[in-house]
């Protein structure tokens, strides 16, 4: 079963900012499909959970992938935890077992061979969604109940920095729009900012990275002295007291571009976000980056 916290119950408008589904398409999907049920309170209105907001995401993949909504639910049949070769399908499978053996060997020789390999067959988007995010994500599960789980984490952690960093250096973008992109105070992994990173500059975008653990008071000063167009924050953890309620404000008043946050923290507290005066990107990368570049595209057709 889908297990559930009070910080996970999201409404049906918060649902909608976050995926870009309107809430009568998300209704829809429930009442004629059977996909997306929601949880009700004892008055009768919808909630979702990031679980929920993560199996959008799987919707609108297969969608944009050419699937029609009535056959998506076959493909959506098991909500459980499974081995993570077991999740997947085709080539996907063999790629994720082989990386997994790799990670629990400390091998980076063969993650290279499964890394290179992969990408010589699919772009770098598709190598993402389908092989880099599940294995991150599956070594995150494996911390509370198997030991040395905290060391590959941290193995494949330190790998994948080095692999996106080098991919983001040999492939600049001369032209597009600049944006400031790093991790939150107390945001040490800077996975989740790379890969953004990466989604961005395929959709056009340039980025400046600063990296992990960042002062906010630092951000828009950063950003003016660059040029960017944006400031976007990377948080997967629950920020201290006081950053969403006071530092942040503050950033986005000092800014002189808006202000985005992308990860967990932007499903979890959308509404003290949007409170601050900042925009969620929420925690699907694709999406995100395409939330960021429609926000941008106004002021860029604008000059």
């Not at 929920?52 to 056959?71: C, E, F, K, N, P």
């Not at 091998?107 to 599940?134: C, F, G, N, Q, W």
């Not at 996975?191 to 008071?217: K, T, Y």
């Amino acid at each position: 079963m889908i297990k559930t916290n009070p910080g996970d119950r999201l409404p049906i408008r918060t649902v909608a900012s976050l995926t870009g589904v309107l809430p009568v398409t998300l209704r829809a999907w429930e009442r004629r499909y059977g996909l997306i049920r929601p949880h009700r309170t004892p008055t009768g209105h919808r909630y979702y959970t990031r679980a929920h907001v993560d199996l959008i995401h799987r919707v609108l993949a297969l969608t944009a992938q050419g699937m029609a909504i009535s056959d998506v639910r076959r493909s959506l049949t098991d909500t459980e935890p499974r081995p993570l070769a077991a999740r997947a399908t085709g080539p996907w499978a063999r790629h994720l077992e082989r990386m997994s053996r790799a990670v629990a060997r400390f091998d980076d020789a063969a993650l290279d061979e499964v890394y290179d390999e992969a990408l010589s067959l699919h772009p770098i988007e598709l190598v993402t969604r389908k092989l880099l995010m599940p294995l991150l994500e599956d070594l995150g599960r494996r911390w509370e109940r198997a030991v040395g789980a905290i060391a590959e984490e941290h193995f494949f952690a330190v790998y994948l920095r080095n692999k996106l960093g080098a991919r983001l250096h040999h492939r600049r973008l001369r032209s597009g729009p600049r944006f400031l992109l790093a991790c939150a105070p107390g945001e040490h992994h800077e996975i989740g900012m790379l890969l953004f990173a990466l989604a961005a500059h395929e959709a056009g975008m340039r980025s400046v990275l600063l990296g992990a653990d960042m002062p906010l008071a630092e951000l828009a000063p950063a950003a003016l002295r660059a040029g960017c167009r944006a400031i976007v924050i990377s948080s997967s953890v629950d920020p201290a007291p006081g950053t969403l309620e006071q530092e942040l404000p503050e950033l986005v008043a000092q800014a002189r571009v808006p202000v985005f946050i992308g990860g967990r923290t932007s499903v979890l507290h959308r509404d003290a976000v949007v409170a601050a005066g900042a925009l969620p990107l929420g925690d699907d990368l694709d999406s995100g980056a395409r939330r960021l570049i429609a926000q941008l595209e106004p002021e860029e057709k604008s000059k």
